[in-house]
Nanobody, 114 residues
Framework: QEQLVESGGGLVQAGGSLRLSCVAP????????MGWYRQAPGKQRELVAA???????NYAESVKGRFAISRDNAKNTMYLQMNRLKPEDTAVYYC????????WGQGTQVTVSS
C-alpha cells in the first residue's frame, strides 16, 4: 500500500528554521498536486501549503512569506522550508495529496519554543 514518509522535524527556538521532507510513492506523487498539512494539539488538521506538478504554489495566510514549498519530481520528494518559525507553528506536519489523498503517514513533529 502506498505510504507517505515525512521527516525533518525537531525542536527549534522561535525565529529558527527547519526543512521538512516528504517521500511519496511515485504512482501517487507523479499525478497529484501535493500539500503540506499540520495538526496542532486540540485542533483540526489544516493545509499549510500546496504545489502543483509544474510548481505553482499557494500558502495559508499564516505562513506566507515564511514557508516555501518545493518538489523534486524525479525523486518523488517534496520539501517545506520553514523560516522565522513561531511558537504557533508547533504541530505535527504531514504531507498528502491536495485534492486526492492516500493513507496518512506518521507525520513529523515540529516544536517551536519561545
Amino acid at each position: 500500500q502506498e505510504q507517505l514518509v515525512e521527516s525533518g522535524g525537531g525542536l527549534v527556538q522561535a525565529g529558527g528554521s527547519l526543512r521538512l521532507s516528504c517521500v511519496a510513492p511515485g504512482s501517487f506523487f507523479s499525478g497529484n498536486t501535493m500539500g503540506w498539512y499540520r495538526q496542532a494539539p486540540g485542533k483540526q488538521r489544516e493545509l499549510v501549503a500546496a504545489i502543483t506538478m509544474v510548481g505553482m504554489t499557494n500558502y495559508a495566510e499564516s505562513v506566507k512569506g515564511r514557508f516555501a514549498i518545493s518538489r523534486d519530481n524525479a525523486k518523488n520528494t517534496m520539501y517545506l522550508q520553514m523560516n522565522r518559525l513561531k511558537p504557533e507553528d508547533t504541530a505535527v506536519y504531514y504531507c498528502n495529496g491536495r485534492w486526492t489523498t492516500t493513507r496518512w503517514g506518521q507525520g513529523t513533529q515540529v516544536t517551536v519554543s519561545s
